[in-house]
């Protein structure tokens, strides 16, 4: 399989966004869930773009902090199409994260962490949630994939002692 693109898109101004970490840390998202390769898109947002897709795709009319938008396989076979085809491609592609700036950051604040850590741990979750996974169904099984992807990707990477809770400031 070829590596799809990982793309960061920055749709506001409050914050400045590292697309570099964004896209490193998606790339060992996927990798450690056994999706290394895979695509996906990234975009940073205001709450008022947020909040409209939030009531266009889930009928809440109201801001959230991370949306995750699966890509839906086409019916039929790719390989009809030849080596490298669009569907096949577009197979690959796991699909788009969004995530609002203004949310983040009052989380953030609320938590006692950087945005950047507030942004990432949204990441990670967005991600799973493209991978199939749903923590309202679940009984906890992304809860617990998460909480691992964090102490390893996060906390690690930040020589951070990680244990329940622990966050780096």
């Given at each position: 399989m070829t590596e799809l693109a990982i793309e960061v898109v920055n749709r506001q101004r409050?914050?400045?966004?590292?697309?570099r970490h964004a896209l490193a840390l998606a790339r060992d998202a996927?990798?450690?869930i056994g999706r290394a390769g895979q695509g996906v898109t990234i975009a940073f947002?205001?709450?008022?773009s947020i909040r409209k897709l939030n009531l266009d795709f889930r009928g809440k009319?109201?801001?959230?902090?991370?949306l995750s938008?699966?890509?839906?396989?086409e019916a039929g076979s790719a390989a009809a199409s030849?080596?490298?085809?669009?569907?096949?491609?577009?197979?690959?592609?796991?699909?788009?994260?969004?995530?609002?700036a203004d949310t983040a950051l009052r989380q953030a604040e609320e938590a006692g962490h950087s945005f950047e850590r507030e942004a990432s741990e949204l990441l990670i979750h967005g991600i799973l949630h493209l991978c199939g996974y749903d923590h309202e169904t679940d009984r906890g099984e992304m809860n617990r994939l998460e909480l691992?992807?964090?102490r390893e990707l996060l906390d690690?990477?930040?020589?951070?002692?990680?244990?329940?809770?622990?966050f780096p400031d």
């Open positions: 409050l914050v400045s966004i590292d697309r996927l990798a450690a947002v205001r709450d008022r009319d109201r801001p959230t902090d991370v938008f699966p890509s839906r396989e030849g080596p490298i085809s669009i569907e096949a491609e577009m197979a690959d592609h796991l699909g788009d994260v969004v995530i609002s691992r992807l964090r690690r990477a930040r020589g951070v002692e990680s244990g329940p809770g622990s």
